[in-house]
């Protein structure tokens, strides 16, 4: 399980190959939820969940909902992978600092491994998820006709590309100090949620949980995470599209704090975690799942029948 350290000395690079493929799987579960998150945070033209799906849909279609989901594929492959491997090789670091014999990890070296891997994945992720951010937040439709306006960005590559030709190399990474801020802690819950709960749910004398038990602590350590990053991520979605429109509203992270709370109330930071839980319990299910098939399976763990025994 995440929070077990069994082979000192060696790296886990099962983590890292495990944590990419698990990823990609999250992705394209929950990237159509992700699209509506975004939306909502970012236009203030979208009320609510089921009002920014149908107007997503009646002008955009299916492909709506999947606007620049070619590039976070990759990206976000690559950032789950830091964040897995990251977590997991600090798990193994503090077990060694604290010397063979002493048991398994505990919960405070989960909650610090967690927030080591989620502060390293943000300079990964950035560029990426400004991209992905923009696409989502395009609304203007291909299919429109000719007196409709056209979309800035004709895809992620071109939106990459536009960016650092008009903002230079570092507008890739515009926002990746509320990605800091959020996924630190975030991820420090996260595995702090899972770990727990998949102790609660493993029957006595077995190493692990059952499947269910495992697709349930997933699905509930996401919910969890989200509780404590949805008020950054607004923040951060906000500074990624600042400007895009043409005029610029926020100096930085605390003017577009302190503004988003005087001209729309702190409610607004909150607006969107219905749909964040909504989304982050399937991703989260099938991420974890499918990271804990993919460990087992790459370091052919011995005395084990399935993935979960």
Request: net charge positive.
């Amino acid at each position: 399980m995440l929070s077990d350290v069994t082979t000192a000395g060696r790296m886990h690079l099962a983590d890292f190959v495990s944590g990419s493929f698990a990823g990609a799987c999250g992705v394209v579960v929950g990237y159509p939820l992700d699209t509506v998150k975004v939306r909502i945070q970012t236009h203030k033209q979208f009320t609510g969940i089921w009002q920014c799906v149908a107007t997503t849909f009646s002008k955009e279609g299916v492909h709506g909902f999947f606007k620049g989901m070619t590039l976070p594929i990759t990206t976000i492959s690559m950032t789950s992978s830091v964040v897995f491997g990251t977590y997991r090789n600090c798990l193994q670091c503090l077990s060694q600092a604290r010397g063979a014999g002493c048991g398994p990890n505990t919960k405070p070296e989960v909650f610090l491994s967690g927030f080591a891997g989620g502060v390293a994945q943000a300079s990964v992720m950035a560029p990426g998820d400004i991209v992905k951010v923009r696409l989502q937040c395009q609304t203007e439709s291909k299919r429109g006709g000719a007196s409709m306006p056209k979309p800035k960005y004709r895809g992620p590559v071109h939106c990459l590309l536009r960016i650092i030709k008009e903002e230079g190399f570092l507008g890739l990474y515009k926002g990746v100090v509320p990605i800091m801020l959020r996924d630190g802690p975030s991820y420090s819950i996260y595995f702090l949620t899972y770990t727990t709960i998949c102790e609660w749910l493993t029957k006595s004398g077995k190493k692990r949980p059952d499947w269910s038990g495992v697709m349930l602590a997933g699905g509930i350590a996401g919910i969890a995470a989200w509780f404590v990053a949805t008020p950054m991520d607004v923040i951060k979605a906000r500074l990624q599209m600042d400007g895009v429109r043409g005029t610029k509203r926020y100096k930085g992270l605390f003017h577009c704090f302190t503004e988003t709370v005087r001209v729309e109330g702190s409610g607004v930071f909150f607006r969107s975690l219905g749909i964040n839980c909504l989304r982050a319990f399937p991703a989260n299910m099938i991420i974890l799942t499918v990271y804990e098939i993919l460990t087992s399976l790459l370091r052919a763990e011995p005395h084990s029948v399935g993935p979960f025994n």
